[in-house]
């Protein structure tokens, strides 16, 4: 179990412990969820949502042109 006191900044904020960072490998420009359980706050990563992640990424790369069934084993078979 990894422990460490930090100290609340003048806005609130709170610097997660480097080590506590790298076990959870959350990086700049990551998300986080803070949980209210009691009288502790649990921070945790967000569940993956990998189909949404591919459509992001699908979105912003450029458009492919639709291919032809089968015309990569035609292409395959010129290269031979």
């Known amino acids: 179990m990894i422990e460490e006191e930090m ?3 003048p806005k609130g904020q709170v610097v997660i412990p480097r080590a506590l ?3 959870l490998k ?3 420009g990551s998300k986080v969820v803070f949980t209210l ?3 502790r706050i649990v921070l945790k990563k967000p569940k993956v949502d990998s189909v949404a992640i591919m459509e992001r990424i699908a979105r912003k790369g450029p458009s492919i042109k639709l291919i032809a069934p089968h015309l990569y084993e ?3 078979s010129e290269r031979t």
């Open 74 to 76: 035609e292409e395959l």
């Open 7 to 9: 100290k609340v900044g």
């Open 37 to 39: 359980e009691g009288d």
């Open 26 to 28: 959350i990086h700049p």
């Open 21 to 23: 960072r790298k076990a």
